[in-house]
């Protein structure tokens, strides 16, 4: 199903940065996040991304009788066997800082080689037509990476100074937002999920 012209959807974050990313390449559409409907956040129990996207995008429809979209996102560690995962925003703990998920990373990948600390971003986004759509369309993103042993770079937000991207010879820190809004696990699946919902 592709949607029509100006379709509202409602998105299950309240981040403005993805709001703007979002609209920005759902021109069409309009987007509105879940909290101009006063709808609370659903509790993210899944223990994968797809689980938790789905999570997310369900309750926003349930509540907003909108068709929705929600993403979820987090770093993936080889030599932590996957860790952060989708515990990436509280990885030091419920509340915990960027910067102390980012330390907790850092320590424990003390006595891993330069050449074993190959992760990658990854992003993966659900639409659902309505809280009972028993086909969500899905879209994943993935931006592979090294993790650096210091950060490096003032840009952008949680990881990225320390997620060195080898073909920029950079971290998503060090690079400009308009290059990371190009390379970003985020703009990849978004890109994807547009070709079935808007194209
Ligand atoms: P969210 O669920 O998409 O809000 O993100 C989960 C967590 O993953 C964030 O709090 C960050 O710690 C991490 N993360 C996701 N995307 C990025 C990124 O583009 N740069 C740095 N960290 C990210």
New binding site residues.
Partial sequence: MALTDNQTLVLASA?PGKIREIQSILTRQSIVPQSQFNIEEADETGSTFVENAIIKARNAALHSHLPALA?????VVDALNGAPGVI??RYAGVGAS?QE?LQKLLTDLESVAVEKRTAR?VCVMVFMRHAHDPLPIISQGVWEGVILSAPAGHH?????PI?WVPSHQQT?AEMSPDIKNEL???AQALRQLTQFISP
């Fill in positions: 981040n993403d979820d996102s987090g770093l990436s925003a960027d998920n971003f952008g937000f949680g990881y990225d997620f998503s970003s696990h985020r």
